[in-house]
């Protein structure tokens, strides 16, 4: 460690409007890099986020009622604003989701003295135009990372009015990336998306996440009869966000088709009780609650085989933060997505598991069917997936390819300019 945290250097904000508590999605992935900075770089850490509310899209009950605070995060100081949480999603209620977020950040921004640089976890639209104008009025580097590009998923999300939402996104992302110093793109599959939105390929760097749950420690049978799911009997799990573009309905068909199967899923979302009601009549499917993190990669290891799906209409670009975790916990992966896609490239290169088409359930069992029938080849399979894990999606390798990003955007400014430029708060910042 160079410094304690905060001990002077650096100081740094990141906007994201996910952070800690939150587990799923870019959550832990920005809780992460802030206590990395912190602990690591020795700098002072801001991060401007909103409420937690993801996956369930239900404001957590400890922040209900809070318009503004201030969270001390192992060291990180966390500056949260209230904004409106859609319970379900159509593109009037997301535009109010991001405008909340965007009209509050913007009239209350942190009150912190100049940073050296604002970063942005991107798709968040109104965190993306916030992280740029703060960037502006300090005059700093301005970093996004990009995780999902919001005017490709809006388009294909299934929203009512999602064609209005991405061509408004689009447009906004154009602009808030025009702005950028550098930007970060976790997966190759959106160095074009991002160059079709005006920033040269010169300014792309690769900054791919990582594998950010530990693996899995207890015995697979101990779990399993904590979790009341019989021995021989073939588990499949979907654990994450229960939204429209994930296409979980695929997943009931397949219990529906294959009752020997037991169908697991865990997690939140707007589609949950949908899914719900869905698997009513189905003995062989069950819906747990989100796994609390010291139980989360147990419950993973715990699985015959771990799914990951996708609506066929979905141009899959990013890797989902649940693949990273799946490798870890060392069982094979079906993943239900097209076969151009992210996942689909990183299925292939980890070579630990089974790609079927989206939308297929008839597919899907049959992969299912095939694993459970040969358990050592699953194994192997598995074991794949956590050595891919270990050499390509460690968290020291994805932390130093941001730290790597941020050096170089800071770089780009003369040490003398940058000691005259701290040493004099701009016009109309925060105190």
Do not use: C
Not at 170 to 180: D, H, K, P, Q, T
Not at 183 to 197: M, P, T
Not at 330 to 339: D, H, L, N
Not at 377 to 399: I, P, Q
């Amino acid at each position: 460690m160079r410094n304690p945290p905060g001990s002077g250097g650096e100081r740094l904000l990141l906007v994201s409007t996910n952070f800690a508590p939150e587990q799923a999605g870019i959550g832990p992935y920005a809780t992460q890099l802030a206590e990395h900075w912190a602990h690591e770089r020795g700098a002072e850490v801001h991060v401007l986020a909103g409420l937690p509310h993801y996956p369930a899209w239900r404001t957590d009950p400890d922040y209900r009622g809070r318009w503004r605070l201030v969270d001390d995060h192992a060291g990180v100081l966390v500056h949260r604003r209230r904004h409106y949480v859609p319970a379900r999603q159509s593109a009037l209620r997301r535009a109010a989701y991001e405008g909340t977020i965007l009209g509050h950040g913007l009239l209350a921004p942190p009150r912190i003295a100049r940073p050296d640089a604002v970063v942005a976890q991107v798709p968040s639209l109104a965190g993306g135009l916030l992280a740029a104008r703060l960037a502006r009025r300090y005059g700093v580097p301005f970093l996004p990372v990009v995780q999902d590009l919001m005017g490709a998923a809006a388009a294909q999300s299934g929203i009512s009015g999602g064609g209005r939402v991405a061509s408004v996104a689009s447009s906004v992302e154009r602009r808030m990336l025009a702005g950028a110093t550098l930007v970060g793109v976790i997966h190759e599959s959106f160095r074009e998306r991002v160059r079709a939105l005006g920033v040269p390929a010169h300014r792309i760097r690769l900054t791919p996440n990582w594998s950010h749950v530990r693996p899995p420690s207890r015995p697979r049978a101990e779990t399993r009869a904590a979790l009341g799911w019989p021995e021989g009997r073939t588990v499949l799990l979907h654990s994450g966000n229960m939204g429209l573009k994930q296409g979980l309905d695929v997943l009931i068909d397949a219990a529906r088709i294959a009752p020997e199967l037991l169908v697991v899923l865990m997690g939140d979302g707007s589609v949950r009780g949908h899914l719900e009601r869905l698997a009513a009549p189905l003995p062989n499917v069950r819906l747990l609650d989100p796994a609390p993190a010291d139980e989360f990669p147990e419950i993973l290891a715990a699985a015959d085989a771990l799914v990951v799906t996708q609506r066929a209409s979905v141009l899959d670009m990013s890797v989902p933060s649940k693949l990273t975790s799946y490798f870890v916990a060392a069982r094979p992966v079906i993943a239900s997505v097209a076969g151009n896609g992210g996942t689909a490239q990183e299925l292939r290169r980890s070579a630990a598991g089974r790609l079927v088409p989206p939308e297929d359930p008839g597919e899907l069992v049959a992969a299912a069917r095939a694993l459970a029938a040969d358990p050592a080849a699953a194994d192997a399979l598995g074991a794949r997936g956590a050595a891919y894990a270990a050499s390509h999606l460690s968290r020291a390798a994805g932390l130093g390819r941001l730290s790597a990003l941020l050096d170089e955007a800071l770089a780009t400014e003369p040490a003398p300019v940058r000691a005259a430029r701290r040493a004099a708060p701009p016009e109309g910042a925060p105190a």
